[in-house]
């Protein structure tokens, strides 16, 4: 029996030994698998296709059951993402099953932005197993794992090719989600355009580097039919949940007027192994690539964006201690740093603005020194024409006496020459 | 971080669903049954107690192989100056299942004189072992981690009969929240039925005293699994009995050992509990082990690393942000001091607007003083002008008149004169 991938990772430091009778350690992957079917399963399934290519009949037709409601009108304005959870159960395993569909898909005139949605949705649910898993108290064990696990691309029965809008859109999903493309309404192409179709959209892939699920062959107990499978994709396939009599059998299928296609038929359509491969082989694989492969490789690129790295710069590894302490001593400085330049720009202001002021007060005490001047000037004015008034006053005054003197001598004189006058005239007489 | 598209996502509400036929999801488990057995299985067994208590001699008996050899000598024959933590691994196959088994042994566990901290390197290596994986989880690029995760320790009690060694005690209770612990009884062949009864329920009664946290079995709904598991838990701690050498008894080859009054048979219940523990151990609960392991002891240590590691002396926040990871409880605290950083410059905004304000008013009101001041001093002087000029008016009016007069009188003494002078030259005739 070929190695195993733990004893390949043992390498040299495990010696083989041999045992002497039946340990029994070879229960170990029943109760692996018993612990599995106590805990239930989960798968998550996303249903890309334009309106009317049979995505819900088809997945009804796959899990034998009416899923949900009404069929969708083409007049959405954008794409719309709708999931439905559903607790199915066969024999004694519990499945979990989510199917999301994408409503409005390839309606739009514009479809420039139509894989933008589906990208989000499954970034988006990378995001919250990546979130609970980085968390301090984590429950991850009970962790209702909401990631895609499968994709089927619904492409239309056209005979032609690919439409643009299908490998723009499958390139942008091919690293995020595991791609199975499928031929819908297979029943409108015939057998010889089928073959020529298929080979035409597998090229197509490949020319444009679309990489889709391969059914793994590394495992010797499924390598051989997995092997031939991959080489039948894409499935061209038929849905129908309505059922038909043929011979003394009740089959689903679909009655036209020329003949009744139907979905089991190997011949018909590739339902069968659709089914088989989907569910009944690969399904353990699907979910275990999207976990170990394109989980990892978000997960990666979000740890990358956020600073995280593997090595410090002398290419030692970091512990997960020191990188978080290297983020926190970083964080902190930052916080340490915004709150300095915080306080200097007040500084900053609160000089300038004290400046400002020093400078308005300066103004305002020139501009009273020089109003007081001004009143000191005026003022000096005042008094000296207040003087030269006193002073005209003066020699007013004076003049005044001085003529009143020289009347009252005049008239003193007078006076007395009327005295002597009369004297003179009295001496006369 | 999340896309800004989340409006575009419709979740539906779970619903069950009967299917209407076979689907075959049901082969799940045979998926995950062939992928484990690719993969192989490890399990790392770890082995405490002092020398002499046979546990090499167990280890091979319950993995029916020469695990320890003249070549690979056990614990016991290793003994040096300190406890030492040693593994060793092997390969081993059966039933095309593969099965790493790694088992650490602790020679030196309880030999010495002075035992005090004899368990330190026990809980060491455990403690590295969490952290390897706690490291290897958490890089960026993450590989296949090889898990050496200590999931099960055998602890052996000698079988003294009385009760559990203080040693005991404190061993068990430093280990029972990092490992499962399985306590034995050593070499039971020492001891009657009865006795063994005894010592066992002294042992469980101790054990419930000090608050032991020994493996616990879990529940399960099978009623017929949980009568089983009843039966185990009544007789708690398993009493063993190893050995190396096959005997013939009745015409069977059996392991056991031979004594002068018979042969203790490894694997006949009645005469001790191997035959419990090596189902329990190996063929029904080795994979509940590792996920007791996993989810409860692993968890534990890295809630605690990383509590530690985010809050960093910042105690406050003890239970509240376990729920978060330690980058959203950095967002959180950046978030909080950019709020605080807000804060903080809102209030220095204000006292600096409040001071500003203050100056401005101080400055006007300087201003206005100034101003009335030197309206006041303009008053004075244009009143002391009007005062002057009505003094001058006065004045102007009084001299006016008064020179008027005075023309008046020198007019008169003119004419006086005139006449006096015709009055005399009249005389003279």
Redesign the interface.
């Known amino acids: 029996?070929a190695?195993?991938?733990?004893?390949r990772?043992?390498g040299e430091?495990?010696?083989?030994?041999?045992?002497?009778?039946?340990?029994?350690?070879?229960?170990?992957?029943?109760?692996?698998?018993?612990?599995?079917?106590n805990h239930g399963?989960c798968?998550n399934i996303l249903c890309i296709g334009e309106t009317g290519l049979g995505k819900s009949t088809l997945m009804d037709t796959?899990?034998?059951?009416?899923?949900?409601g009404d069929p969708n009108q083409h007049n959405q304005p954008?794409?719309?993402?709708?999931?439905?959870?559903?607790?199915?159960?066969?024999?004694?395993?519990r499945?979990?099953l989510t199917v999301v569909n994408t409503v409005g898909f390839g309606d739009q005139i514009n479809k420039d932005e139509s894989y933008?949605?589906i990208v989000?949705?499954i970034?988006?649910q990378f995001?919250a197993y990546l979130?609970e898993e980085?968390?301090?108290?984590?429950t991850l064990?009970n962790y209702h794992d909401s990631r895609i696990h499968a994709c089927l691309y619904f492409i239309a029965p056209t005979g032609h090719s690919l439409k643009s809008l299908d490998l723009v859109t499958m390139k942008k999903l091919d690293s995020k989600v595991n791609i199975i493309p499928i031929i819908a309404k297979s029943d409108a192409i015939s057998k010889s355009e089928l073959a020529k179709f298929k080979i035409k959209i597998t090229s197509e892939l490949v020319s444009n580097g679309v990489q889709i699920y391969q059914f793994p062959t590394?495992?010797e107990?499924?390598a051989e039919i997995n092997s031939s499978m991959n080489s039948h994709l894409p499935f061209a396939v038929v849905g129908s949940t309505e059922e038909v009599k043929i011979g003394n059998k009740m089959v689903k299928a679909r009655q036209y007027p020329w003949g009744t296609v139907q979905v089991e038929n190997e011949n018909h359509c590739d339902f069968v192994k659709l089914?088989?491969m989907l569910?009944?082989?690969?399904?353990?694989?699907l979910r275990?690539q999207t976990h170990a492969r394109h989980y990892?490789l978000y997960?990666?690129c979000k740890?990358?964006e956020?600073g995280?790295?593997?090595t410090d710069p002398d290419s030692k590894?970091f512990?997960?201690?020191e990188?978080?302490?290297a983020?926190?001593n970083e964080?902190m400085g930052e916080?340490q740093k915004?709150?300095e330049e915080?306080r200097q720009m007040?500084v900053q202001?609160?000089k300038e603005?004290e400046a400002e002021?020093k400078e308005?007060?300066k103004e305002?005490h020139e501009k009273?020194d020089s109003?007081?001047k001004l009143?000191q000037d005026?003022?000096k004015k005042?008094e000296e024409?207040?003087k030269s008034?006193d002073d005209?006053?003066n020699m007013?005054k004076q003049k005044?006496t001085a003529?009143e003197l020289l009347?009252n001598q005049?008239q003193q004189a007078g006076a007395s020459t009327t005295l002597k006058r009369d004297k003179e005239r009295k001496n006369f007489f | 971080?999340?896309?800004?598209?989340?409006a575009?996502?419709?979740?539906?509400?779970?619903?069950?669903?009967?299917?209407?036929?076979?689907?075959?999801?049901?082969?799940?488990?045979n998926?995950?049954?062939?992928?484990?057995?690719?993969?192989?299985?490890?399990?790392t067994l770890m082995v405490v107690g002092e020398s002499g208590l046979g546990k090499s001699t167990l280890i091979n008996s319950?993995?029916?192989?020469?695990?320890y050899s003249p070549e690979y000598p056990g614990p016991s024959h290793r003994i040096k100056k300190t406890v030492q933590v040693e593994q060793s691994?092997?390969?081993?196959?059966?039933?095309?299942?593969?099965?790493?088994l790694t088992i650490v042994d602790t020679p030196g566990f309880g030999d010495a004189v002075d035992n005090s901290n004899c368990w330190q390197p026990v809980i060491d290596y455990i403690d590295n072992k969490f952290?390897d994986y706690?490291?290897a989880e958490?890089?960026?690029?993450?590989r296949?981690m090889?898990d050496s995760r200590v999931q099960c320790c055998l602890y052996f009690i000698a079988p003294s009969g009385h009760g559990l060694k203080p040693l005991d005690i404190e061993f068990m209770k430093r280990l029972h929240e990092k490992v499962n612990i399985i306590p034995l009884i050593a070499k039971a062949d020492t001891m009657t039925p009865e006795e063994c009864q005894q010592f066992k329920r002294q042992i469980m009664r101790e054990i419930q005293e000090h608050k032991i946290k020994i493996y616990e079995f879990p529940e399960t709904d099978d009623e017929e699994e949980m009568k089983f598991i009843r039966k185990i838990k009544d007789r708690l701690p398993l009493a063993v009995v190893g050995s190396n050498t096959i005997i013939e008894v009745n015409g069977k080859r059996v392991r056991g050992r031979q004594y002068p009054w018979g042969v203790a048979e490894v694997e006949n219940g009645e005469h001790c509990d191997f035959t419990i523990l090596?189902?329990m151990l190996?063929?029904?609960?080795?994979?509940?082990l590792k996920?007791v392991t996993?989810?409860v002891h692993y968890?534990n240590y890295?809630?605690r690393?990383?509590?530690a590691?985010?809050y960093?002396g910042v105690d406050n926040n003890k239970n509240k942000?376990?729920?978060?990871?330690?980058?959203?409880?950095?967002e959180e605290?950046?978030r909080d001091?950019v709020a605080k950083?807000k804060k903080?410059?809102q209030e220095?905004e204000q006292v600096?607007e409040m001071k500003?304000k203050e100056?401005?008013q101080k400055?006007r009101d300087?201003?206005a003083e100034?101003q009335r001041r030197?309206e006041q001093?303009?008053k004075n002087?244009e009143a002391?002008?009007r005062e002057?000029e009505e003094?001058?008016r006065q004045?102007e009016d009084?001299?006016s008149n008064?020179e008027a007069q005075?023309r008046i009188?020198e007019q008169q003494?003119l004419d006086l004169s005139r006449t006096l002078e015709k009055n005399k030259k009249k005389k003279i005739f």
């Open positions: 029996m190695s195993t991938e733990i004893a990772q043992a430091g495990a010696r083989a030994v041999p045992l002497s009778g039946h340990v029994g350690f070879d229960s170990m992957p029943d109760q692996l698998v018993n612990k599995s079917v399963f798968f796959l899990f034998n059951t009416k899923f949900e954008g794409v719309t993402l709708k999931s439905n959870t559903y607790e199915l159960q066969e024999s004694n395993v499945l979990k933008k949605p989000d949705f970034d988006t995001e979130q980085l968390k301090i108290k984590r064990h590394d495992d107990s499924v089914r088989e569910i009944r082989v690969n399904m353990e694989d275990e990892e997960r990666r740890l990358e956020m995280f790295k593997d590894p512990s997960l201690q990188t978080y302490e983020k926190r964080f916080l915004k709150e915080m007040f202001r609160v603005k002021l308005a007060e305002l009273f109003l007081k009143h005026e003022k005042l024409k207040k008034l005209e006053l007013f005044k003529a009347l005049a | 971080m999340l896309p800004r598209s989340s575009l996502f419709i979740f539906g509400s779970q619903q069950q669903k009967n299917l209407e036929g076979y689907v075959g999801f049901a082969n799940l488990p998926q995950v049954y062939r992928k484990s057995v690719k993969r192989g299985f490890e399990f319950l993995f029916l192989t020469d695990l691994k092997v390969l081993v196959k059966e039933g095309g299942v593969q099965l790493l952290e706690l490291n958490s890089r960026v690029n993450r296949q090889p090596r189902n190996i063929r029904t609960h080795m994979q509940d996920d996993n989810n968890e890295r809630s690393k990383l509590a590691v985010t960093n942000g376990l729920t978060k990871s330690p980058l959203a409880q950095m605290e950046r001091h950083m903080m410059e220095m600096f500003v100056k401005l400055l300087s201003e100034l030197h001093m303009k002087l002391q002008h002057l003094k001058r004045h009084e001299r008064w005075q009188v003494k």
